[in-house]
T-cell receptor
């Protein structure tokens, strides 16, 4: 069945370092979304990418959608302690299903 | 405006029992989706309802069922609870059918523990 994988599973960085998480789908996605979940919280929508090769920026966050629309990445420049949480990619699948990736848990040391 | 509200926030049930979880979407949102999130994993899609019709179903057994009411609120029912059903159950609402791409807003979830 369809799978959405993310790497790495965990990332520990020093405050100020950069961070990147990668998302790979076994099938082509019509769109991809990114969410952030703080410890003990619920997923919060960050962004949606739709076009092949699309790049979007939100302050220190840069999101990319691959040319084949099967992979995506989230890059955070100069991490801050407020960036701590788990980052998920998600996208629609066959038969009106919706898939979340396994997530990348980011820990930022001050 | 109120966000997505779920009730109850926490619940403890015994194996074999049945449970009903409730979700009220953001006003004006017609789509409600349900997810199961086991600790340390990503949310797993259970159902999506749009305009009171089931629009998508994940790979969950028939013990799981849901419905959406005329006011767009929704209930998730789980019968014959198993220990493995222990998880955070999340409800998400959106303005449109999720599969065509739209932002979703999640509730705080219901933490279900089956003992």
């Amino acid at each position: 069945g369809q799978q959405v994988m993310q790497i790495p599973q965990y990332q520990h960085v020093q405050e100020g370092e950069d961070f990147t998480t990668y998302c790979n789908s076994s099938t082509t996605l019509s769109n991809i979304q990114w969410y952030k979940q703080r410890p003990g919280g619920h997923p919060v929508f960050l962004i949606q990418l739709v076009k092949s090769g699309e790049v979007k920026k939100q302050k220190r966050l840069t999101f990319q959608f691959g040319e084949a629309k099967k992979n995506s990445s989230l890059h955070i420049t100069a991490t801050q302690t407020t960036d701590v949480g788990t980052y998920f990619c998600a996208g629609p699948g066959n038969f009106n299903k919706f898939y979340f990736g396994s997530g990348t848990k980011l820990n930022v040391k001050p | 405006d109120a966000g997505v509200t779920q009730s109850p926030t926490h619940l403890i049930k015994t194996r074999g029992q049945q449970v009903t979880l409730r979700c009220s979407p953001i006003s004006g949102h017609k789509s409600v989706s349900w997810y199961q999130q086991v600790l340390g994993q990503g949310p797993q899609f259970i159902f999506q309802y749009y305009e009171k019709e089931e629009r998508g179903r994940g790979n969950f057994p028939d013990r799981f069922s849901a419905r959406q009411f005329p006011n767009y609120s929704s209930e998730l029912n789980v019968n014959a609870l198993l220990l493995g059903d222990s998880a955070l159950y999340l409800c998400a609402s959106s303005t449109r059918d999720r599969t065509i791409g739209t932002e979703a807003f999640f509730g705080q979830g219901t933490r279900l523990t089956v003992v």
